[in-house]
């Protein structure tokens, strides 16, 4: 069975294109900030009433800033207002003087959710039980009234970002290019980059004013970087999928410094650590990195890939009044791979497609009674 949607033609031209250049071509997505009906937990879709929030506006802000360091060749943007007003905002940010071609593109437009457009999550949850629960757990065969039919949202939105990339990605061959538009969009167009299908559309997180990074080459696309959310001053990215479950951080010992360790130990000082895995004893760095977190419980195990079954344990461990528990796993760099392109929705040999950063940290909830979601790859 074809394991997605992704057109061959598309990807034998993203090849064909990038063989001839040799530099990556990077493209950075970006969720519009924080809108007004994100405040008051409507289903926005496709519909253009929702603006920024002054929150959204000063992440937006925040955003523009942290990206004044690199050399935006393009801009891209979804026509929904939201989305265009955080792009204003961030290209003033920048205060890059240098003309940018700017092209508002009707494939970034958020996934069309008709009916549901304006309705309230718990309205919807409560009405539309049935529908939510397939939109949740079968996002590949959740279906809508369309007129006198029905359409299916999700497949129809990975099928624009397709389109987006087929029709736009080989003008930018070797060039930085910016792309601000929705959650769902970005998850499209990561999810089509890499072959992944419709039916794992829950599978990662875009929160408002995240950071993803994508480099195209002619060896194939890499996701360097994740959900990033410490430019807008987010340790880690915020629980979408509720407060409950295992959250699980995860750092590649490979090459780990005395630098990356300590500034590791600083950002983690203001999170409640509940427990630390990994298959060496001894190690120099774990006091440093636990510095903060004197009573952490450590659990050590020798064997290579202790990660695939500790995940497991520790979430079927979870006392029915734990709300949340919070650890780190320190473990090789392909085995942490691995455990991300799974939870993905992608295949174990395919894990160098996310290129991990040594000192940086990758995050994966597994919240109770819903699909794991990779939060953070990179932060």
């Known amino acids: ?29 970006v969720r519009h900030g924080r809108s007004s009906f994100n405040d008051q937990g409507r289903y926005q879709g496709s519909s253009d009433e929702a603006i920024l929030t002054p929150k959204g506006v000063t992440t937006a802000q925040q955003v523009g800033a942290y990206l004044r360091s690199m050399t935006i060749d393009a801009v891209y943007t979804s026509p929904l207002l939201r989305a265009k007003q955080t792009t204003g905002e961030i290209l003033k940010a920048i205060a890059d003087k240098r003309p940018k071609p700017i092209t508002v593109s009707r494939y970034l437009r958020e996934i069309d959710l ?13 009405y539309h039980r049935e529908t939510y629960n397939c939109w949740q757990q079968q996002p590949h065969e959740f279906k809508l009234p369309a007129d006198d039919s029905y ?11 397709q389109k987006f990339w087929a029709h736009s990605l080989h003008h930018h061959t070797g060039k930085t290019v910016l792309i601000v538009s929705h959650g769902g969009t970005n998850h499209a167009l990561i999810s089509t980059a890499f072959g992944l299908s419709p039916e794992h559309h829950h599978s990662l997180q875009q929160s408002n004013c995240g950071i993803s990074i994508l480099e195209f080459s002619g060896q194939g696309v890499q996701l360097t970087q994740l959900n990033q959310t410490t430019a807008i001053k987010e ?58 977190h004197s009573q952490t419980a450590q659990f050590i195990d020798d064997r290579d890939d202790f990660l695939q079954d500790w995940q497991q344990i520790l979430a079927d461990a979870l006392e029915p009044e734990q709300k949340l528990i919070t650890g780190i796993a320190i473990a090789p760099t392909n085995r942490i791979q691995t455990l991300l392109i799974q939870t993905l929705g992608g295949r174990s040999y395919e894990g160098a497609k996310l290129s991990l950063t040594p000192g940086h940290l990758s995050v994966i909830h597994y919240p109770k009674n819903h699909r794991p979601i990779v939060q953070a790859i990179n932060i």
Not at 118 to 123: E, F
Not at 154 to 161: E, G, H, N, P, S
């Open 1 to 29: 069975m074809p394991k997605c949607i992704v057109c061959n033609p598309v990807v034998i031209q993203q090849r064909r294109v990038m063989r001839t250049d040799a530099f990556p071509s990077r493209i950075i997505l």
């Open 114 to 126: 008709s009916v549901w457009e304006g309705l309230t999550y718990d309205y919807v949850r409560q």
């Open 151 to 161: 359409h299916f949202p999700v497949k129809d939105l990975y099928q624009r970002a």
């Open 235 to 292: 340790t880690l990215p915020k629980l979408k999928a509720g407060k409950e479950g295992l959250r699980l951080l995860l750092l590649p010992e490979d090459s780990l410094t005395d630098k990356a360790c300590q500034q590791i130990a600083h950002r983690l000082a203001t999170i409640k650590l509940d427990f630390c895995l990994s298959n060496t004893t001894g190690k120099y760095w774990l006091p440093m990195l636990l510095q903060h």
